[in-house]
Each structure stands twice: as C-alpha cells, then as structure tokens.
C-alpha cells in the first residue's frame, strides 16, 4: 500500500478547499472558504512549532497522500482543547419526569438543554476521505493515525475525547433538526448558518437562542427523528469510533442533531494496544502481520499501515513501510494492530 498519513503544510491549501467542496456541506472542520483553510494551515505550523507539551489552544491538520500518484486522497484534524476562545455549545438530550395526583399519571418528557459541558475535550474531526478510496482499511488508516498522534504527545492533549459527527441533510443540503429548532430563531437557511459557524463560531447560536430547557415534543418529527443519528455517509465513521470505545451520551451537535460521541483518551484502542519498538530489520516484502505504524514527533509525524513482526530485540518491518516512514534500522516506531 503506497498511502501515507504526514503533517500538512501552506502548500496543501488547493488540496484542502478541493476536498471541502466535495464534502456537500455540513462539515465545520472543512469549509469551503479558502481564508479560513489558510488560516487553519498557518494555526497549524504554529502548533507543530510550539515547543513545550502543555495542553493548549493546537490544531493538528494532516493529509493523505498516495505517494505512487502524488495526489492528496483524504485528510483530517485533532483540536486539543475545545472551548478555549469560544464556548463549545452542544444540546444535552434529558428526560424529566412528573406525576399528576389530580389525574394519577406520571408523565415523561425530553428535552433539550443548550450546555458546555464538553469544554475542555480534545475533539478528532475534519475527516475526509475521496470516495474512491474508500476501502482496503484506507479510512481506517486516515482516522487511527491520530490516535497515535495524541499517544506520542499525550501531555498536549486532554482526558476526554470527543468526535462530532454530521448529522442528517437531505439532497438540497437542508438539515431537518435545524428547520425544525434553531432555524425559527434565525432568519438564515442552515447552509448559511453553517458557513458562518465554520468562520466565525457559534456565539450566535448562544446570543440568540432560549437559554431555557425545549422539549422535544414541540418540535415536528422530523427533527425528533434525526436527533443524535449520523448522516448516512457517516454511518461506517460512527462504528469506527465505537470500535475505539467511542459512545453516544446524550449530546448532539446544535446546527444538524448530529451525535457526539466521547470517550476517556487513555482507553481509546488504538492507544491501549499501541506499543512502541526499535527496527532491527527491514525484511522484503510482507512480513508479520499488518499493523497500523507511525513514527516521529510533531511536524515529522508520518503514518501508514505495513508489517511487523516481532523479534527479542525489536520489530522487523517491511521495506515498503520503511521507505513510506523514512525509518531506517535503529530508529524506534509506535505500532497498533490494524
């Protein structure tokens, strides 16, 4: 496999607003707003420049690259710390339960509650994948990758970890949660609201919708039925997360309804089985089994998937995967099974 995970950089600017005019909107990690991009590119060098490990306010953008072509296939993103300049807003779904002696019922609602309580998570997000590379584990390979990341930097990173995902929209890119809840309050369609929140925030959302708790009854049910569920092309994402230990908790986004799901960062798979080795071999062709591989810090972060294989002293690995990672024996690798 020739596809390699590394760091982007200022050049991969017409890559990145290529790939967020294929994502059909509702990707707020991703717009299609090239000052935006470039800005998220210029945040980036700044994080990868940084040079002490204290959690802090870092985006980490990466790209996928098939290097037999060249060409820039996927790429994707880590936040360290959500809610450092802005307030993280999300909708808590709750339930509140109250008995009638009158009538001698009891009688259940749900509601939505506009919270902060995912401040201070660390978010993976802005994952895209070109749809003609959606197998042979390419997309796996795109969202572990920075779960290794985050182990090799730990100390940048917080406790919690959390990843958004899309929720529903339909064919003319209208989002049923947002025409049935916040689009009464707003006079803006949600792809217009969308593309403001990826530019300026979502302080609007606050300044301008009830403070107080909805039930969810009083929303039509189109909105109730999308509530917390993934839009469908994010279907496969959400089961990968969940194999990581990712869950849904209640939370969704307050633009589409999509779900949050959140997981405690030191029990994420990929960094549980994760185990760093030294190279004393680079054998030829497949040998051991295939694993998830990175190796370098900050900027020179790469990854790919290749084969290992255990030994007393260390790892042998393929030479493909060396030649990929830059690696040469001596040099010490993370590796997770694939």
Not at 186 to 194: E, L, T, V
Not at 283 to 295: A, H, K, N, Y
Request: proline letters at 4%; hydrophobic letters at 40%; one cysteine or more.
């Amino acid at each position: 496999m020739t596809f390699l995970v590394r760091t982007a950089h200022e050049d991969d600017l017409a890559a990145l607003y290529r790939m967020a005019k294929g994502t059909g909107g509702g990707f707020t990690n991703l717009p299609p707003d090239k000052p935006t991009l470039e800005a998220k590119l210029k945040r980036t060098a700044e994080s990868f420049s940084r040079d002490d490990d204290a959690l802090a306010d870092d985006l980490f953008v990466f790209i996928l690259e098939d290097t037999a072509s060249g060409k820039t296939r996927g790429t994707c993103q880590i936040m360290s710390q959500t809610g450092t300049q802005l307030p993280f807003y999300s909708y808590r779904i709750g339930r509140i339960t109250q008995h009638s002696k009158e009538l001698d019922r009891t009688f259940r609602a749900e509601m939505l509650t506009l919270c902060t309580d995912l401040d201070g998570s660390s978010e993976v997000g802005g994952l895209y994948l070109d749809p003609t590379e959606r197998s042979a584990g390419v997309g796996k390979l795109l969202a572990r990758s920075r779960y290794l990341f985050i182990r090799a930097h730990r100390q940048r990173f917080a406790d919690r970890t959390l990843a958004e995902l899309r929720g529903a929209i339909d064919d003319a890119g209208n989002s049923p949660f947002w025409d049935g809840l916040a689009g009464r309050f707003f006079d803006m369609s949600f792809r217009d609201a969308d593309e403001f929140n990826a530019r300026k925030g979502n302080q609007f959302i606050a300044d301008l919708m009830p403070k107080h708790p909805i039930y969810t009854a009083l929303l039509p049910e189109s909105a109730r039925q999308v509530m917390g569920q993934p839009h469908y092309s994010g279907r496969p994402a959400m089961r990968m997360l969940e194999n990581e230990g990712f869950s849904y908790q209640n939370y969704v986004d307050i633009f589409d309804g999509g779900p949050s799901m959140i997981a405690q960062t030191d029990r994420i798979r990929t960094i549980v089985e994760a185990r760093d080795a030294q190279i004393v071999a680079i054998g030829e062709g497949e040998v051991g089994d295939e694993q998830l591989i990175s190796c370098g810090r900050l900027v020179q972060f790469r990854a790919c998937l290749g084969h290992v294989s255990r030994v007393d002293a260390g790892v042998i690995i393929d030479g493909e995967a060396a030649d990929l990672l830059r690696v040469q024996v001596g040099d010490t690798i993370s590796h997770a099974p694939a």
